[in-house]
């Protein structure tokens, strides 16, 4: 394969890990995963082949949204351990070329927040206008009223974990909105001294050495300035049950997505990508002066179909704006793991590898999420033992986000080799095989496919920048696609089914002699007859066109 280009770009040209730092390792035995448990287990992740590490959130917090509830930007929660700590991570992974991108919460802060402790101590406090405070209306029937001559709320929005968005404060006589926990209160984006002190956050961090950030929910910081009812939807939880056009990507995200990119811009090769809530906001928040990158959730809502997926890259290709770069996901720690999501089964490994293949050959921007690399499925949480908030509210109709959440595997030993201590959530059922050892020493495995083909990927310009072309306009039972780059093609050919397939393709394949780079059927026998293609049950193939061949 062709070696990597001097215009090799990290965020662009590589793959980023998604840590959740709770679960992927301990080093002090409480149960709970640390700064110094992911250093000591960078080597793997430089072994495995990606580009970056992704945190999600490490500061201070109460934990009521583990994380995700910040009540001091500038530091880190003892439970992960010390910024000294954070400092040598950072250095140890940037010794061994990883980046290292946190996840910034800037939609809301903890309650316990300095921040918001001052903005509801009165009325007149300098940082009550850093918060969204509004005075109750005058009761409408049928209206909640949570307090004895409160009102109602300023209007209906709910809250995405449940309720009403609007908590009275009987203290200063008014309400805060919290599109969240009633402890997560929202930021004032329309406030010039909140984007300030935020930008100053960044800066914190990129002076630190920090690469770049994960902007979460951020489709979400401007609501609307009238505070409009929203039209009503239908669904089952509050929250689906209203049209969110008055409390989400709202226009005044255009003038901040500029903001941001410019302070990021005041430092060399630092990104952001943008948490975002739909399919049009991933095509409209990415490109010149605005995000970096923008995540793109088709695929977490697909069907195990190639047809799916290809409609799903091919609307995507077409309305991403010049200059703009894809990413793609098949899971995070919001959703179910994508091995139980296809189906799970005596053949979730199989599909695993193909959709592997799928995820790591697009051109664009992969995110693994940690885990992945095993075929980890959803773990069962039982009812006693549901730590995520919606989770407890809404069971049994949602079981809520530990299942996708639980420890890293790592070996066969007592918990996994996880923690000395108590896991925090209990482990996958199978950790005794499936961990990382236990693949480690299995070629034909899922994780040493995943370390194959991300060496693959990062040697090969045509899969990191090269162009896209599907091969068959309404493909049924397999995919087929080319990467073409100067001077190089690499066919890629997926079976997402457990029987043989021969795809044929819309045009014959440019002509020359085809060689297999990475199969997951031994072998390297020709698949390849004019304008179709052979796979085995479950196949995922990658064929490079040999250079100069007739």
């Not at 709770?22 to 149960?31: A, C, E, L, V, W």
């Not at 885990?371 to 959803?378: H, K, Q, T």
């Amino acid at each position: 394969m062709t070696r990597l280009t001097d215009d090799y770009l990290w965020w662009r040209d590589g793959v980023i890990y998604q840590i959740y730092p709770r679960s992927f390792q301990d080093s002090n035995g409480d149960g709970i995963g640390d700064l110094n448990g992911i250093t000591a287990r960078l080597d793997y992740l430089a072994g495995l082949g990606v580009d970056a590490l992704w945190l999600s959130p490490i500061y201070p917090s109460p934990m009521f949204d583990f994380g995700y509830d910040v009540s001091d930007y500038e530091a880190i929660d003892p439970v992960f351990g010390t910024l000294a700590d954070f400092d040598r991570l950072l250095a140890e992974a940037h010794a061994r070329g990883l980046r290292v991108i946190l996840d910034l919460v800037l939609n809301h802060t903890s309650h316990l927040h300095p921040w918001f402790v001052e903005s509801r101590s009165s009325r007149d406090n300098p940082k009550r206008d850093w918060y969204l405070w509004r005075d109750p209306v005058a009761p409408r029937s049928g209206a909640y009223a949570p307090h004895s001559g409160a009102g109602s709320p300023p209007n209906n929005w709910e809250s995405v974990f449940g309720g009403r968005a609007w908590e009275y404060d009987p203290a200063t006589g008014q309400y805060y909105y919290h599109q969240f926990l009633k402890e997560q209160p929202d930021l004032n984006w329309r406030n010039p001294a909140v984007r300030a002190r935020v930008y100053q956050v960044m800066r914190f961090w990129l002076d630190r050495g920090v690469d770049g950030f994960r902007l979460d929910v951020l489709h979400a910081y401007f609501k609307d300035d009238q505070f409009r009812d929203n039209p009503p939807a239908i669904g089952l939880r509050g929250w689906d049950r209203q049209q969110h056009l008055y409390d989400l990507d709202r226009p005044e995200m255009a003038d901040v997505l500029r903001e941001i990119r410019g302070v990021l811009d005041a430092y060399p090769e630092r990104m952001a990508v943008g948490e975002v809530a739909d399919f049009g906001m991933a095509v409209r928040y990415v490109g010149p002066h605005k995000m970096h990158l923008a995540f793109n959730f088709d695929f977490l809502r697909q069907p195990w179909l190639p047809r799916a997926f290809q409609q799903a890259v091919q609307r995507y290709e077409a309305a991403l704006p010049a200059g703009a770069w894809p990413c793609y996901v098949l899971g995070n720690h919001d959703v179910d793991r994508f091995p139980t999501r296809f189906g799970g089964g005596p053949y979730a490994d199989a599909r695993t590898k193909v959709a592997a293949a799928l995820l790591l050959t697009l051109r664009g921007t992969p995110f693994v999420y940690y885990g992945e690399e095993l075929g980890l499925p959803n773990t069962r949480i039982p009812r006693d033992e549901i730590q995520d908030p919606p989770g407890r509210r809404y069971w049994p109709i949602y079981g809520g986000r530990d299942p996708e959440r639980t420890p890293m595997p790592w070996d066969g030993g007592p918990n996994a080799g996880f923690t000395t201590g108590q896991p925090w959530l209990r482990l996958n059922a199978d950790y005794a095989r499936r961990n990382v050892a236990a693949q480690d020493a299995d070629p034909a495995s899922v994780l040493n496919f995943y370390r194959r083909l991300l060496r693959l990927r990062r040697e090969s310009p045509a899969l990191r920048r090269g162009t896209f072309r599907a091969l068959a306009r309404r493909p049924v039972e397999a995919l087929a696609y080319l990467r073409e780059a100067p001077g190089q093609t690499v066919l890629v050919a997926l079976n997402f089914f457990g029987w043989e397939n021969t795809l044929k393709l819309d045009s014959p394949l440019p002509a020359g002699a085809w060689r297999v780079r990475l199969s997951t059927v031994p072998g390297d026998q020709a698949r390849v007859r004019g304008n179709r293609v052979t796979l085995a049950p479950f196949e995922a193939t990658l064929l490079e066109l040999e250079p100069n061949s007739p």
